[in-house]
């Protein structure tokens, strides 16, 4: 079993709809959590940090679930702009973060 | 600020050649990573380093080997490379300011083709 694990998609979803992503976790050391954004042939770039329950911003919220192990990421209000892969990352605790394979989100007009 | 900066941006090489992928960074970040990403597989650490002049294994690192003689660079060697090691190469650093928080700044990238 893969540490992180996501459902890669692709979620087709149409401009203004919610949407949300679920993340698995395996190890229960993990304290903190990410959701990194990457657009086709471009870098990850962090979108936002769960390090207690969750974190908001903006339309994105981000939750976490110890007892389950998983995290989530919840869009609102989808635009077009959103369409890109969702990376699921945890911090192993020392020096490491494992990624997850990510999760294709495709927002349509 | 530049950021994570990655050099070359684009590599083809023949199966056996060797070559040398550079990462700086101008964030005085202590923390660098080298990841390859493949489709389907997500990001895999090859190799990761916590300061100047330390190196550590991640989770791919056969076939290559890396550098970190100064703080803001960090390179990934490929010795003799290999059609599997056809791959897009991430650096990225943090800097562990706080325990626990691991925000990785990424580089743009270095896609590489092995023939």
């Known amino acids: 079993r893969k540490e992180v694990e996501q459902d890669p998609g692709p979620f087709n979803v149409p401009e203004g709809a919610t949407v949300a992503f679920n993340c698995t976790y395996s190890?229960?050391?993990?304290?903190?959590f990410f959701w990194y954004r990457q657009d086709c042939r471009k870098e990850p770039k962090l979108l936002m940090s769960?390090?207690?329950s969750g974190n908001e911003d903006g339309r994105f919220t981000a939750q976490l679930n110890r007892a389950s192990q998983y995290i989530s990421l919840l869009i609102r209000d989808s635009k077009l702009s959103d369409s890109a892969t969702y990376l699921c990352?945890?911090?192993?605790?020392?020096?490491?973060?494992?990624f997850g394979a990510g999760t294709r989100l495709f927002v349509k007009a | 600020n530049a950021g994570v900066t990655q050099t070359p941006k684009f590599r083809v090489l023949k199966t056996g050649q060797s070559m040398t992928l550079l990462c700086a960074q101008d964030?005085?970040?202590?923390?660098m990573y080298w990841y390859r990403q493949d489709p389907g597989m997500g990001l895999r650490l090859i190799h990761y380093?916590?300061?100047?002049?330390?190196?550590a294994k991640g989770e791919v690192p056969d076939g290559y080997n890396v550098s970190r003689l100064k703080k803001q660079n960090f390179l990934l060697g490929l010795e003799s490379a290999a059609p599997s090691q056809t791959s897009v190469y991430f650096c990225?650093?943090?800097?562990?300011?706080?325990?626990?928080?691991?925000?990785?700044?990424f580089g743009p990238g270095t896609r590489l083709t092995v023939l």
């Open positions: 380093s916590v300061g100047e002049g330390t190196t």
């Open positions: 964030m005085n970040h202590e923390y």
């Open positions: 769960v390090y207690s």
């Open positions: 990225a650093s943090s800097s562990r300011a706080v325990a626990g928080e691991n925000e990785q700044f």
């Open positions: 190890n229960s050391a993990s304290q903190s």
């Open positions: 990352a945890g911090d192993t605790g020392g020096f490491k973060t494992i």
